[in-house]
């Protein structure tokens, strides 16, 4: 069985909440398996046979939109996408040391050239952006308060479903599943 990373959109945020023992229990009602989660943000991980990634997404979305009665969009990575997300070297370290914050958006497909531009766009003297594969990383070079970047205006701008974490909840989830990745 291959195992599986959820992000979920739309848990514990905006007046939604939901207990983690509520979404795992959701979760195995779906016939998935050795399920946990990480941190109350809508992390899950899980265990199935299914391969196809896109149609989990869809799976887990219809379910939970089911089960709470609204959308909550899915973005599934492998475990192995996971650790080369948190690995991947989007601004240099210096930019990073004094950033006041970076997040890693997670998205259901990657950008063309024409939404790149556009997220490039929204580039500001506090609010940098790269783009690998299926992620965006951002940083903000103040508080984040300061920003006027949000998921809500990523959304907005590149007409897609997103939804963001901080780089040190992708990279302690990628260093806790570490020596599971193997398995």
């Given at each position: ?86 690995a991947y070297k989007a ?6 040391d004094t950033a006041g ?81 193997a398995t």
């Amino acid at each position: 069985m291959s195992r599986y990373i959820a992000f979920l959109r739309a848990i514990n945020v905006g007046g939604h909440t939901v207990k983690m023992e509520y979404l795992r229990q959701l979760f195995e009602s779906f016939g998935f398996s050795e399920v946990e989660t990480f941190i109350a943000s809508g992390n899950v991980i899980f265990r199935t046979t299914a391969k196809n990634t896109v149609a989990l997404e869809s799976k887990i979305a219809s379910g939970l939109q089911n089960a709470l009665g609204y959308e909550v969009a899915a973005f599934i990575r492998t475990d192995a996408e996971l650790a080369q997300i948190a690995a991947y070297k989007a601004f240099r370290q210096s930019e990073l040391d004094t950033a006041g914050a970076f997040n890693i958006a997670f998205l259901a497909r990657q950008l063309d050239h024409r939404a790149k531009q556009k997220l490039m766009a929204l580039t500001t003297d506090i609010d940098g952006f790269a783009t690998h594969e299926r992620e965006i990383y951002w940083l903000c070079r103040k508080k984040q308060s300061e920003s006027t970047f949000s998921n809500a205006v990523l959304e907005k701008t590149l007409g897609v479903k997103a939804t963001i974490r901080g780089a040190n909840t992708v990279t302690k989830m990628a260093a806790k599943y570490a020596l599971q990745f193997a398995t």
